[in-house]
């Protein structure tokens, strides 16, 4: 499946709790190409986003992902972004020239995901609700394609995802 210059096969976004890691590995080894997860670059180089956030706030963490993400963007893998990176006019324009799936997943099943989970802005599962209301016209908006997470086995939803990137061509 020829892509041109290095470039993702497919870019994963999505709501906190949508199952962007998960998936996006299952998905790289469907497709034999490396999986990149753009939050687990920053804790790597950075340590723990919710230390990023406390000591550093919310705009110098959201300035270390676009870099993150514009380095994963020239790389040829399957690539998650956390769920706040679509916030980033650079990273929103940016994604307009790559095949982008979104991943939804209902209240209900985001709950038992997120229970005890330590993500910053991300406190029980109706601050989730409110911050997912915030971001979906992005995601409706930079999506090619959504799948929800809620209720099939993550292998099958990345056999339907894989399907539909050999189907679709992205030049």
Do not use: C
């Amino acid at each position: 499946m020829p892509e041109g210059p290095a470039r993702p096969v497919v870019v994963l976004i999505g709501a906190p709790g949508a199952g962007k890691t998960r998936l996006g590995k299952r998905i790289g080894r469907l497709l034999g190409v490396p999986f990149v997860d753009t939050d687990k670059r920053i804790v790597a180089a950075h340590g723990p986003i919710a230390a990023i956030f406390a000591e550093h706030g919310e705009a110098r963490f959201r300035a270390i992902e676009r870099e993150q993400v514009a380095r994963a963007l020239s790389e040829r893998a399957v690539v998650a972004l956390g769920g706040g990176a679509v916030l980033d006019a650079a990273t929103q324009a940016d994604l307009a020239g790559h095949r982008v799936v979104q991943l939804t997943v209902s209240r209900e099943a985001v709950e038992k995901r997120i229970v005890g989970d330590k993500r910053p802005l991300v406190n029980g599962v109706e601050a989730w609700a409110a911050l997912v209301e915030v971001r979906r016209p992005i995601y409706d908006l930079l999506a090619d394609r959504t799948f929800d997470t809620s209720n099939l086995p993550l292998d099958s939803i990345a056999a339907d995802v894989v399907s539909w990137i050999q189907e679709n061509p992205h030049d």
